[in-house]
């Protein structure tokens, strides 16, 4: 099955400073989403991104499918975007297949 | 937000009971999934389903049951809870096949 890796596992910041999360993926894929975990648990939708690229507000994201990578771009971090980020990825399935997270501290 | 209610919220329950999670939709959604989450293993997909009455195993079913009998609503059942079932679970939507994900607000399990 498809593999995915997500870079860096752990990442603490600055308030205010801006961040690159990478995610690579092992195979072709037609569905790639980006979802962040806040410290309460909760799993919220930030991106669906199969390829090019997409902004909302402080975020963004790039895929370049033909690479098989996806970058999450957080620029002037808060401490509100503290948590875990994940990407997910499938096939032709309806199966996502999650990474293991890359966890952000924003300390103020 | 996507219309998604989790019950309960949060269960203790003993080894050897059963236990039915509840996921019910506001969105008619035609898609519907079943995730756990424990620390070092990520998110897994336990079951879906691709409509009324229609579903399917995920990478982790053993242990676990589904049932649809309406488009608003997915059951997961724990027929004999194990310790091992302890963990947090998800259900998620999507309108399409490989559509955007929408997770519910999640039900912690403790099986003692």
């Known amino acids: 099955g498809i593999q995915v890796e997500q870079s860096p596992p752990d990442l603490i910041l600055q308030e205010g400073a801006n961040s690159t999360l990478r995610c690579n993926f092992s195979?072709?894929?037609?569905?790639l989403q980006w979802f962040h975990q806040n410290p309460w648990g909760q799993l919220i939708n930030l991106f669906y991104?199969?390829?090019g690229t997409k902004q909302n507000g402080r975020l963004s994201a790039t895929t370049v499918a033909t690479e098989r990578y996806s970058l999450l771009y957080i620029s002037s971090s808060q401490t509100t975007d503290s948590g875990v980020y994940f990407c997910?990825?499938?096939?032709?399935?309806?199966?996502?297949?999650f990474g293991s997270g890359t966890r952000l501290l924003v300390r103020p | 937000d996507a219309g998604i209610t989790q019950s309960p919220r949060h269960k203790v329950t003993e080894t050897g009971t059963p236990v039915t999670l509840r996921c019910h939709q506001t969105?008619?959604?035609?898609?519907m999934y079943w995730y756990r989450q424990d620390p070092g293993h990520g998110l897994r997909l336990i079951h879906y389903?691709?409509?009324?009455?229609?579903?399917d195993k995920g990478e982790v079913s053993d242990g676990y049951s589904v049932s649809r009998s309406k488009t608003e609503d997915f059951l997961l059942t724990l027929e004999s809870a194990t310790s091992s079932q302890t963990s947090v679970y998800f259900c998620?939507?999507?309108?399409?096949?490989?559509?955007?994900?929408?997770f519910g607000e999640g039900s912690r399990l403790t099986v003692l």
């Open positions: 998620a939507i999507s309108e399409g096949r490989t559509g955007e994900l929408f």
């Open positions: 195979d072709s894929v037609n569905n």
């Open positions: 991104i199969p390829s």
């Open positions: 997910a990825v499938g096939d032709s399935s309806y199966k996502l297949i």
């Open positions: 969105e008619n959604h035609r898609y």
């Open positions: 389903s691709y409509g009324v009455k229609d579903t």
